[in-house]
């Protein structure tokens, strides 16, 4: 069978190949009720437009590049995060004809900005979606920068000004779950903080310490330990927090990966959850689901903020008026088993 074409689009929907190329190419000055004829058409025939085709005519690339921290880096990488992030990515290309290239990218490297830029001059697409922590990284901001391209930043964690940003509201929710154990009867409850180049994670020690001052509680340095996001800085942490002789009787880990960490160090010295220990983390990726007891967490959307930022890419290529510089998708907090009343 042929592959369809925009002819054919065009014939099944009663309207110019122009109005078609139109709504192809999200373009303004389209009837909402021509627009969706078309848009049932192209269901109906299963149409793809040429991309190369395109491109020659837009005289710029219908790609959009997501890059982000490379996993290969970590001992024990977190998957759900990259996934996540993925999901919502392709999806807005899907929608809008476009297609997403990723890009592992080790921020470490001395060559880490020549190699953006090289990538960048090759494929020519038609912005960058920068994950946390690259986010927040001049180096890495500004290498892109410097080719021109659009580039909409994730959860960059301070205030970006007039760039184009997506983020989720980090302190205040992280202040809303520690009021939240407070009201538990928990008087005594620790904070595992992420990597320090995660200025988003930072933020959400920040709403840790709000939320003790919020429910009139002290904040203390012995009740807070340095993780760095991974499985097996959760593990580290756990063991230190645990063993003192006034252990706390809630742990808040500032994401689900180092959260699981203290759930296997409390299983292995006998520690009940949430009997003795409640647990929440903050993410909510697949594993926090699948633990036992699942996880209380904060459900961050990642899927939904990496689709936002390709759309305002894919649609007016990062210059659309209608878009906000900067966009704050709420997280919302999800209570499972791993946490209860305070032990007498």
Same mark, same amino acid.
């Not at 490379?70 to 807005?92: F, N």
């Given at each position: 069978?042929?592959?369809?074409? +925009?002819?054919?689009?065009?014939?099944?929907?009663?309207?110019?190949?122009?109005?078609?190329?139109?709504?192809?190419?999200? !373009?303004?000055?389209?009837?909402?009720?021509?627009?969706?004829?078309?848009?049932?058409? +192209?269901?109906?025939?299963?149409?793809?437009?040429?991309?190369?085709?395109?491109?020659?005519?837009?005289?710029?690339?219908?790609?959009?590049?997501?890059?982000?921290?490379?996993?290969?880096?970590?001992?024990?990488?977190?998957?759900?995060?990259?996934?996540?992030?993925?999901?919502?990515?392709?999806?807005?290309?899907?929608?809008?004809?476009?297609?997403? %290239?990723?890009?592992?990218?080790?921020?470490?490297?001395?060559?880490?900005?020549?190699?953006?830029?090289?990538?960048?001059?090759?494929?020519?697409p038609a912005?960058?979606?920068?994950?946390?922590?690259?986010?927040?990284?001049?180096?890495?901001?500004?290498?892109?920068?410097?080719?021109?391209?659009?580039?909409?930043?994730?959860?960059?964690?301070?205030?970006?000004?007039?760039?184009?940003?997506?983020?989720?509201?980090?302190? !205040?929710?992280?202040?809303?779950?520690?009021?939240?154990?407070?009201?538990?009867?928990?008087?005594?409850?620790?904070?595992?903080?992420?990597?320090?180049?995660?200025?988003?994670?930072?933020?959400?020690?920040?709403?840790?310490?709000?939320? %003790?001052?919020?429910?009139?509680? !002290?904040?203390?340095?012995? %009740?807070?330990?340095?993780?760095?996001?991974?499985?097996?800085?959760?593990?580290?942490?756990?063991?230190?927090?645990?063993?003192?002789?006034?252990?706390?009787?809630?742990?808040?880990?500032?994401?689900?990966?180092?959260?699981?960490?203290?759930?296997?160090?409390?299983?292995?010295?006998?520690?009940?959850?949430?009997?003795?220990?409640?647990?929440?983390?903050?993410?909510?990726?697949?594993?926090?689901?699948?633990?036992?007891?699942?996880?209380?967490?904060?459900?961050?959307?990642l899927v939904?903020?990496?689709?936002?930022?390709?759309?305002?890419?894919?649609?007016?290529?990062?210059?659309?008026k209608d878009?906000?510089?900067?966009?704050?998708?709420?997280?919302?907090?999800?209570?499972?088993?791993?946490?209860?009343?305070?032990?007498?």
């Amino acid at each position: 069978m042929p592959k369809p074409t +925009i002819f054919d689009v065009a014939k099944v929907a009663g309207v110019s190949i122009k109005t078609v190329s139109r709504v192809v190419n999200h !373009e303004p000055n389209v009837r909402n009720t021509t627009r969706t004829r078309v848009e049932e058409a +192209i269901a109906v025939l299963n149409y793809r437009p040429d991309q190369s085709a395109r491109n020659l005519a837009s005289r710029r690339s219908h790609l959009i590049g997501l890059i982000y921290d490379d996993p290969s880096v970590y001992d024990m990488p977190s998957g759900g995060y990259i996934l996540d992030m993925q999901q919502g990515a392709l999806k807005a290309c899907r929608s809008t004809f476009s297609e997403l %290239l990723i890009y592992p990218c080790n921020f470490r490297e001395k060559k880490v900005g020549v190699k953006l830029k090289a990538l960048i001059e090759e494929t020519r697409p038609a912005g960058m979606i920068v994950a946390a922590p690259l986010s927040n990284m001049p180096k890495i901001v500004r290498a892109i920068e410097a080719t021109g391209t659009p580039c909409v930043r994730l959860s960059p964690g301070n205030d970006s000004g007039k760039k184009l940003t997506v983020s989720t509201n980090d302190r !205040e929710v992280s202040a809303e779950m520690t009021r939240y154990l407070a009201g538990l009867g928990h008087k005594r409850i620790a904070f595992i903080t992420g990597d320090p180049d995660h200025k988003a994670v930072t933020n959400r020690f920040l709403g840790y310490q709000d939320g %003790l001052k919020e429910s009139g509680l !002290e904040f203390s340095e012995s %009740l807070v330990a340095a993780g760095d996001n991974s499985f097996g800085s959760g593990e580290a942490c756990a063991e230190k927090l645990l063993k003192r002789k006034r252990r706390p009787t809630a742990i808040f880990a500032a994401n689900d990966d180092m959260a699981a960490g203290v759930l296997r160090v409390a299983n292995r010295l006998g520690i009940d959850i949430p009997a003795q220990l409640s647990l929440s983390g903050f993410d909510d990726i697949a594993l926090a689901r699948q633990v036992e007891p699942a996880l209380t967490t904060i459900r961050q959307p990642l899927v939904r903020m990496a689709e936002q930022a390709a759309l305002m890419l894919t649609k007016g290529n990062g210059n659309d008026k209608d878009l906000q510089d900067a966009q704050v998708i709420p997280a919302a907090m999800k209570i499972r088993e791993s946490t209860g009343p305070a032990p007498k």
